[in-house]
Nanobody
Framework: QVQLVESGGGLVQPGGSLRLSCAAS????????MGWYRQAPGKQRELVAS???????NVADSLKGRFIISRDNGKNTVYLQMNSLKPEDTAVYYC?????????????WGQGTQVTVSS
C-alpha cells in the first residue's frame, strides 16, 4: 500500500522560511510527477509546484522566486523550500504524486500539513 507522508509544516513569522518534505513508501515501481498543492480556508485547492522524474519544474507564477521544489528520486521524496513567507501563504499543503505500484497507476495524496504564517 502506497503512502505519502508530509512533514515540516508549522508556525512561522512573516519573512521566514520553511521546508516541507513528502516521502512516498510502499511497493513502488516508479514515480512520475510529484507536486505540492495548497488549500486556504474558504478557497479551492491550488497547484503550488510540480517536478517530473527528470527534474523539470513548474512553479505557480505568483510564487516564483520564493518557492523552490526539488526531489530525491533515490529516497522517493519531494521537497518544497518556502522563503519570504507571507500571511497569505497560510494554508494546508498537500503532497501529490503519480505512482506506479502493485496497485497500478494511481494519483496519490498526502494527508496535508498546516503552514501558518503569522506574527
Amino acid at each position: 500500500q502506497v503512502q505519502l507522508v508530509e512533514s515540516g509544516g508549522g508556525l512561522v513569522q512573516p519573512g521566514g522560511s520553511l521546508r516541507l518534505s513528502c516521502a512516498a513508501s510502499g511497493s513502488i515501481f516508479r514515480i512520475y510527477v510529484m507536486g505540492w498543492y495548497r488549500q486556504a480556508p474558504g478557497k479551492q485547492r491550488e497547484l503550488v509546484a510540480s517536478i517530473t522524474s527528470g527534474g523539470s519544474t513548474n512553479v505557480a507564477d505568483s510564487l516564483k522566486g520564493r518557492f523552490i521544489i526539488s526531489r530525491d528520486n533515490g529516497k522517493n521524496t519531494v521537497y518544497l523550500q518556502m522563503n519570504s513567507l507571507k500571511p497569505e501563504d497560510t494554508a494546508v499543503y498537500y503532497c501529490n504524486a503519480a505512482i506506479i505500484s502493485t496497485d497500478g497507476t494511481v494519483n496519490h495524496w498526502g494527508q496535508g500539513t498546516q503552514v501558518t504564517v503569522s506574527s
